[in-house]
């Protein structure tokens, strides 16, 4: 148990960069060996301003223990802020962060809304990339996918200016 328990420690403190990295759950599970940190029942993950929910978090880290890859899993939530200053919030079934590369993966049942715009994306994968300014949509089945946007109406703005 300590020696588990030294390893979260551990995990924690190397994965804190510039900002605190806090992960609340019902159960915890670490192989130090293998890089893998296991998190189920009500999993909250915040730093800065992002938050993630879900069932189940599993954070794999490179030998110097820092995060590779988060894979969260089972009614899945969450609100991020991109390096771009974009906010998004959202849900899902699966959501896999890949920090190195900077891109979210969003599977099963997605809703994913930009807010600073109101650009809203409804399907079952959905990938958005901020280092490269990537993003994708598909469905599986027989729904599409949905995207939403609003638009300013140009005449509008002209005939409420004039008076």
């Known amino acids: 148990m300590i020696k588990r328990l030294f390893f979260f420690m551990t995990f ?16 915890f599970k670490g192989d130090q060996t293998k890089g893998i940190s296991i998190f189920t029942g009500n999993v909250k993950i915040t730093k800065g301003h992002d938050e993630l929910n879900a069932s189940k978090v599993t954070i794999y880290t490179d030998a110097s223990r820092k995060p590779v890859k988060y894979l969260a899993e089972g009614a899945v939530s969450f ?7 974009e906010k998004y919030q959202g849900k899902s079934q699966i959501a896999i962060f890949m920090p190195n590369e900077k891109e979210y993966q969003f599977y099963k049942k997605v809703d994913l809304i930009r807010l600073d715009d109101y650009r809203r994306v409804k399907g079952d994968k959905v990938i958005v990339n901020t280092i490269a300014g990537y993003s994708s949509a598909d469905s599986s089945g027989d729904e599409p996918v949905v995207m939403i946007f609003t638009l300013e109406d140009k005449k509008e703005t002209k005939k409420g200016s004039k008076k």
Not at 17 to 25: F, R
């Open 12 to 27: 924690l403190t190397l994965a804190l960069h510039a900002e605190q990295l806090k992960i609340i759950s019902d159960n």
């Open 79 to 85: 609100y991020l802020v991109t390096e771009m200053g």
